[in-house]
Protein backbone atom coordinates (compact mmCIF):
# COMPACT_ATOMS: atom_id res chain seq x y z
CA UNK A 1 0.00 0.00 0.00
CA UNK A 2 1.62 3.09 -1.15
CA UNK A 3 2.51 5.53 1.96
CA UNK A 4 0.33 8.78 -0.27
CA UNK A 5 -2.46 9.59 1.71
CA UNK A 6 -4.74 9.81 -0.99
CA UNK A 7 -4.07 8.29 -4.38
CA UNK A 8 -5.34 9.80 -8.16
CA UNK A 9 -5.54 7.47 -11.51
CA UNK A 10 -7.23 7.87 -14.50
CA UNK A 11 -9.30 5.28 -16.22
CA UNK A 12 -10.33 6.45 -19.45
CA UNK A 13 -12.17 10.30 -19.27
CA UNK A 14 -12.70 9.33 -15.36
CA UNK A 15 -10.47 10.45 -12.38
CA UNK A 16 -10.49 7.78 -9.36
CA UNK A 17 -9.32 9.81 -6.24
CA UNK A 18 -8.67 7.29 -3.21
CA UNK A 19 -8.66 8.29 0.21
CA UNK A 20 -5.59 5.90 1.53
CA UNK A 21 -5.66 6.20 5.65
CA UNK A 22 -7.50 2.75 5.90
CA UNK A 23 -5.30 2.32 9.25
CA UNK A 24 -7.25 5.64 10.58
CA UNK A 25 -10.10 4.81 8.67
CA UNK A 26 -9.58 7.25 5.55
CA UNK A 27 -9.74 10.20 8.38
CA UNK A 28 -8.63 13.73 6.97
CA UNK A 29 -5.46 15.16 7.42
CA UNK A 30 -3.65 17.96 5.71
CA UNK A 31 -1.58 15.95 3.39
CA UNK A 32 -4.82 14.06 2.25
CA UNK A 33 -6.66 17.35 1.80
CA UNK A 34 -3.32 18.71 -0.15
CA UNK A 35 -3.90 15.54 -2.63
CA UNK A 36 -7.32 15.91 -3.29
CA UNK A 37 -8.06 19.53 -3.87
CA UNK A 38 -4.31 19.55 -6.34
CA UNK A 39 -6.31 16.50 -8.15
CA UNK A 40 -10.11 18.27 -8.27
CA UNK A 41 -8.07 21.44 -9.50
CA UNK A 42 -6.44 19.28 -12.64
CA UNK A 43 -10.13 17.51 -12.84
CA UNK A 44 -11.47 20.94 -13.28
CA UNK A 45 -8.91 22.12 -16.18
CA UNK A 46 -8.66 19.10 -17.74
CA UNK A 47 -10.57 18.82 -21.16
CA UNK A 48 -10.40 14.64 -20.67
CA UNK A 49 -11.67 14.39 -17.40
CA UNK A 50 -15.48 13.57 -17.47
CA UNK A 51 -16.11 12.78 -14.21
CA UNK A 52 -14.33 11.81 -10.95
CA UNK A 53 -15.21 9.37 -8.81
CA UNK A 54 -14.13 9.01 -4.95
CA UNK A 55 -13.87 6.21 -2.66
CA UNK A 56 -11.99 4.98 0.27
CA UNK A 57 -9.09 2.66 0.59
CA UNK A 58 -9.87 -0.90 2.42
CA UNK A 59 -13.60 -2.48 3.06
CA UNK A 60 -14.45 -1.05 6.75
CA UNK A 61 -14.55 3.20 5.98
CA UNK A 62 -15.33 5.61 2.98
CA UNK A 63 -14.07 8.64 5.05
CA UNK A 64 -14.34 8.83 9.22
CA UNK A 65 -14.26 12.74 8.77
CA UNK A 66 -11.35 14.66 10.53
CA UNK A 67 -8.48 12.74 12.15
CA UNK A 68 -9.72 14.13 15.58
CA UNK A 69 -6.07 12.85 16.72
CA UNK A 70 -4.24 15.44 14.34
CA UNK A 71 -7.68 17.91 15.67
CA UNK A 72 -6.48 17.27 19.10
CA UNK A 73 -2.40 17.51 18.35
CA UNK A 74 -3.27 20.90 17.05
CA UNK A 75 -1.77 19.40 13.48
CA UNK A 76 -5.05 20.17 11.13
CA UNK A 77 -5.07 23.88 10.13
CA UNK A 78 -6.52 25.06 6.90
CA UNK A 79 -4.26 28.03 6.72
CA UNK A 80 -2.72 28.51 3.40
CA UNK A 81 -4.72 25.96 1.50
CA UNK A 82 -6.92 27.40 -1.13
CA UNK A 83 -10.24 28.92 -0.26
CA UNK A 84 -12.15 27.25 -2.87
CA UNK A 85 -11.41 23.77 -1.36
CA UNK A 86 -12.62 23.40 1.89
CA UNK A 87 -12.47 20.45 3.98
CA UNK A 88 -11.11 17.56 2.35
CA UNK A 89 -10.19 19.28 -0.57
CA UNK A 90 -13.43 19.36 -1.74
CA UNK A 91 -16.50 20.46 -0.26
CA UNK A 92 -16.32 23.55 -1.52
CA UNK A 93 -14.65 23.06 -4.40
CA UNK A 94 -17.60 24.33 -7.82
CA UNK A 95 -16.27 21.65 -9.96
CA UNK A 96 -18.37 21.40 -13.34
CA UNK A 97 -17.31 17.57 -13.30
CA UNK A 98 -19.36 15.53 -12.64
CA UNK A 99 -18.75 13.75 -9.00
CA UNK A 100 -19.51 10.31 -7.77
CA UNK A 101 -19.23 8.94 -4.47
CA UNK A 102 -18.09 5.43 -4.12
CA UNK A 103 -19.05 5.13 -0.28
CA UNK A 104 -17.32 1.22 0.36
CA UNK A 105 -18.18 1.68 4.09
CA UNK A 106 -19.04 4.13 7.03
CA UNK A 107 -18.85 7.69 6.12
CA UNK A 108 -19.59 9.74 9.47
CA UNK A 109 -18.73 13.78 10.20
CA UNK A 110 -16.77 14.87 7.13
CA UNK A 111 -17.03 11.39 5.11
CA UNK A 112 -20.95 12.23 5.13
CA UNK A 113 -20.24 15.74 4.11
CA UNK A 114 -18.18 15.01 1.35
CA UNK A 115 -21.37 12.32 -0.10
CA UNK A 116 -23.89 15.44 0.22
CA UNK A 117 -21.37 17.46 -1.73
CA UNK A 118 -20.97 15.24 -4.18
CA UNK A 119 -23.21 14.64 -7.26
CA UNK A 120 -24.11 11.01 -7.53
CA UNK A 121 -23.26 7.99 -4.68
CA UNK A 122 -23.13 4.93 -4.70
CA UNK A 123 -23.12 2.97 -1.54
CA UNK A 124 -22.25 -0.22 0.37
CA UNK A 125 -24.73 -2.31 1.84
CA UNK A 126 -22.77 -1.92 5.12
CA UNK A 127 -22.17 1.92 4.74
CA UNK A 128 -23.32 3.82 6.79
CA UNK A 129 -23.88 7.77 7.17
CA UNK A 130 -23.97 10.43 9.97
CA UNK A 131 -22.96 14.02 11.59
CA UNK A 132 -21.65 13.02 15.15
CA UNK A 133 -19.81 16.39 15.38
CA UNK A 134 -22.16 17.20 18.54
CA UNK A 135 -21.11 13.96 20.04
CA UNK A 136 -17.56 15.53 20.18
CA UNK A 137 -17.68 19.03 21.46
CA UNK A 138 -18.10 20.43 17.82
CA UNK A 139 -20.18 20.82 14.95
CA UNK A 140 -20.65 19.83 10.89
CA UNK A 141 -18.72 22.72 9.57
CA UNK A 142 -18.08 21.04 6.02
CA UNK A 143 -21.96 22.22 4.71
CA UNK A 144 -23.05 19.08 6.32
CA UNK A 145 -25.57 21.38 8.92
CA UNK A 146 -26.88 22.99 5.96
CA UNK A 147 -26.91 20.38 3.21
CA UNK A 148 -28.76 17.77 4.68
CA UNK A 149 -31.54 20.04 5.74
CA UNK A 150 -31.96 20.76 1.61
CA UNK A 151 -31.50 17.07 0.94
CA UNK A 152 -33.57 15.54 3.27
CA UNK A 153 -36.92 15.76 4.78
CA UNK A 154 -36.23 18.89 7.30
CA UNK A 155 -37.63 16.83 10.17
CA UNK A 156 -35.22 13.69 9.42
CA UNK A 157 -32.30 16.03 8.59
CA UNK A 158 -32.49 17.95 12.12
CA UNK A 159 -32.90 14.38 13.96
CA UNK A 160 -29.49 13.57 12.22
CA UNK A 161 -27.78 16.67 13.20
CA UNK A 162 -29.03 17.14 16.59
CA UNK A 163 -28.25 13.05 17.65
CA UNK A 164 -25.78 12.86 16.00
CA UNK A 165 -26.71 9.46 15.44
CA UNK A 166 -26.10 7.35 11.93
CA UNK A 167 -28.14 5.81 9.20
CA UNK A 168 -27.70 3.01 7.68
CA UNK A 169 -27.29 2.48 3.77
CA UNK A 170 -30.83 1.08 3.02
CA UNK A 171 -32.22 3.85 4.85
CA UNK A 172 -30.11 6.30 3.12
CA UNK A 173 -31.69 4.92 -0.01
CA UNK A 174 -35.21 5.00 1.30
CA UNK A 175 -34.17 8.86 2.21
CA UNK A 176 -32.63 9.85 -1.31
CA UNK A 177 -29.53 10.50 -0.04
CA UNK A 178 -27.78 7.87 -2.25
CA UNK A 179 -28.66 6.86 -5.51
CA UNK A 180 -27.72 2.62 -5.20
CA UNK A 181 -27.16 0.36 -2.77
CA UNK A 182 -25.11 -2.70 -4.07
CA UNK A 183 -22.64 -4.97 -2.30
CA UNK A 184 -19.53 -3.72 -1.03
CA UNK A 185 -17.35 -5.42 -3.89
CA UNK A 186 -19.47 -4.00 -6.44
CA UNK A 187 -19.24 -0.40 -4.66
CA UNK A 188 -16.43 1.09 -7.20
CA UNK A 189 -17.57 -0.91 -10.26
CA UNK A 190 -20.61 0.15 -9.71
CA UNK A 191 -19.63 4.00 -9.35
CA UNK A 192 -17.28 3.99 -12.91
CA UNK A 193 -20.25 2.52 -14.96
CA UNK A 194 -21.88 5.47 -13.86
CA UNK A 195 -19.09 7.67 -14.78
CA UNK A 196 -18.75 6.19 -18.05
CA UNK A 197 -22.23 6.39 -18.34
CA UNK A 198 -22.05 10.30 -18.40
CA UNK A 199 -19.05 10.20 -19.85
CA UNK A 200 -20.27 9.25 -23.48
CA UNK A 201 -22.46 12.60 -23.04
CA UNK A 202 -21.32 15.40 -24.74
CA UNK A 203 -19.21 16.87 -22.37
CA UNK A 204 -19.68 20.76 -22.65
CA UNK A 205 -23.68 20.12 -22.13
CA UNK A 206 -23.01 17.89 -19.15
CA UNK A 207 -20.58 20.08 -17.74
CA UNK A 208 -23.25 23.24 -18.49
CA UNK A 209 -26.12 20.87 -17.03
CA UNK A 210 -24.60 20.52 -13.61
CA UNK A 211 -24.05 24.10 -13.41
CA UNK A 212 -27.96 24.97 -13.18
CA UNK A 213 -28.53 22.39 -11.27
CA UNK A 214 -25.52 23.49 -8.71
CA UNK A 215 -26.11 26.69 -9.30
CA UNK A 216 -22.19 26.94 -10.06
CA UNK A 217 -21.62 30.87 -11.59
CA UNK A 218 -18.01 32.85 -11.71
CA UNK A 219 -16.61 29.49 -9.41
CA UNK A 220 -19.23 30.07 -7.08
CA UNK A 221 -22.52 28.76 -5.64
CA UNK A 222 -24.18 32.00 -4.57
CA UNK A 223 -27.36 30.53 -3.13
CA UNK A 224 -24.27 28.74 -0.70
CA UNK A 225 -22.96 32.11 0.51
CA UNK A 226 -24.88 32.74 3.35
CA UNK A 227 -24.76 28.79 4.80
CA UNK A 228 -21.40 29.07 4.59
CA UNK A 229 -21.02 32.16 5.83
CA UNK A 230 -22.95 31.75 8.71
CA UNK A 231 -21.00 28.16 9.45
CA UNK A 232 -17.66 30.02 9.59
CA UNK A 233 -19.38 32.14 12.63
CA UNK A 234 -20.62 29.56 14.22
CA UNK A 235 -17.39 27.38 13.98
CA UNK A 236 -15.10 30.07 14.89
CA UNK A 237 -17.39 30.51 17.93
CA UNK A 238 -17.43 27.09 18.94
CA UNK A 239 -13.77 26.74 18.16
CA UNK A 240 -12.89 28.73 21.04
CA UNK A 241 -15.45 26.70 23.26
CA UNK A 242 -13.67 24.31 26.27
CA UNK A 243 -16.17 21.55 24.87
CA UNK A 244 -14.52 21.78 21.74
CA UNK A 245 -11.13 21.20 23.04
CA UNK A 246 -12.55 18.26 25.38
CA UNK A 247 -14.50 16.01 22.51
CA UNK A 248 -11.20 15.71 20.81
CA UNK A 249 -9.31 14.78 23.32
CA UNK A 250 -11.99 12.03 25.46
CA UNK A 251 -12.06 10.73 21.91
CA UNK A 252 -8.22 10.68 21.24
CA UNK A 253 -8.10 9.21 25.22
CA UNK A 254 -10.93 6.93 24.83
CA UNK A 255 -13.17 8.05 27.21
CA UNK A 256 -16.62 9.84 27.55
CA UNK A 257 -16.58 13.22 27.26
CA UNK A 258 -17.21 15.96 30.05
CA UNK A 259 -19.28 18.83 28.84
CA UNK A 260 -19.04 22.18 30.59
CA UNK A 261 -21.32 23.99 28.34
CA UNK A 262 -18.56 26.95 27.99
Not at 230 to 253: C, H, N, W, Y
Request: glycine share 10%.
Amino acid sequence: MSEEAALVERRGHVMVITFNRPEARNAVDLALTRIVGTALDEADTDAEIRAVVLTGAGDRAFCAGADLKAVARGEFRSEGLPAHWGFAGCVKHPLAKPVIAAVNGFALGGGTEIALWADLVVAAETASFGLPEVKRGIIAGAGGAFRLAAQLPRKVAMELVLTGEPIDAPTALRLGLVNRVVAQEKVLTEALALAEAISVNAPLAVQASKRIARGISGGDVAAEAAAWELTAVETAQIMRSRDAKEGPRAFAEKRAPVWEAR
